[in-house]
């Protein structure tokens, strides 16, 4: 983000949206459920009473960690097979552990904010805050990694739970105007994915790159592709694989009645705005 004056421009944005706090909690699960198998030669999962409650203490657990080095786990009557006595899971999980078990994910978190520098030319001298956002920020690894990362302390100005409330609040009170009036606020926000078609074949057209300033539009002709076609079917999809049906699928229809005419002699423009 680059803020000044009331105006705050947003000059890059990237993420993995299949990373995050659940996949911590995750990686705790199968290390209890992998040591209670290899001692009790019982698999916790089939079971979906306890798995829920192996869920509830993983991501207990995981946040006790966050300010003290070790936690005990403690789950009487986790399992009854009914040939003997009820099974209780107990154990005790180290901050060191759980960095162990985790650190690639933390690995993954730190190699978007490289490709989001390189993508946008940024220089990391010219950053002068970093801000953390949202619960596993929490995390003593990833406060760490991050300064290490950017050469800085990240910033503790901000509530990491309450910080995208806040903002999306201070929003909605500009795009209700009342911002404008004053002069108060301007947000310059990028579209986070880029934004196109289907092809025939399968393959993804681009029409808006990611990082693009919002508003904008964009336009392309397409063709026909058979002869004397009576639809067209267009489907919108975001994302940045080259294959269409790899990224998220927005939405379709279908343009029906069009000329039938031999194929590649029909213009069809479409428009993304």
Known sequence: ??????????????????????D?????????VFNFAKENH?????????????????????????SITSTEINLPFIISTGKSDPFHLQTILSRDKLEQLTSDLVDRTLRICDESLKKSGIDLSSIDQVILVGGMTR?????????EFFKMDPS?????DEVVALGAAIQGDALLGKAEETGELLLLD?????????????????LIEANTTIPTSSKHVFTNVRDNQEAVNIVVFQGENEVADENELLGQFTLKGTRQVPKSELDIEISLD
Request: a positive charge; hydrophobic letters at 35%.
């Open 1 to 22: 983000l680059d803020i000044g004056n009331g105006v705050f421009e947003v000059i890059t944005t990237a993420g993995d949206s299949l990373l995050g706090g659940e």
């Open 24 to 32: 911590f909690d995750r990686r705790i699960m199968d290390w209890l």
């Open 42 to 66: 019982i698999d916790l999962r089939k079971d979906k009473m306890a798995l829920q409650r192996l869920k509830d203490v993983s991501e207990k657990s995981k946040c006790e960690l966050s």
């Open 139 to 147: 995390m003593p690894l990833v406060q760490k990694r991050v300064k």
């Open 156 to 160: 503790k100005g901000v509530h990491p």
């Open 190 to 206: 990028v579209t986070p994915h880029s934004l196109g078609i289907k092809m025939s074949g399968g393959s993804f057209y681009k």
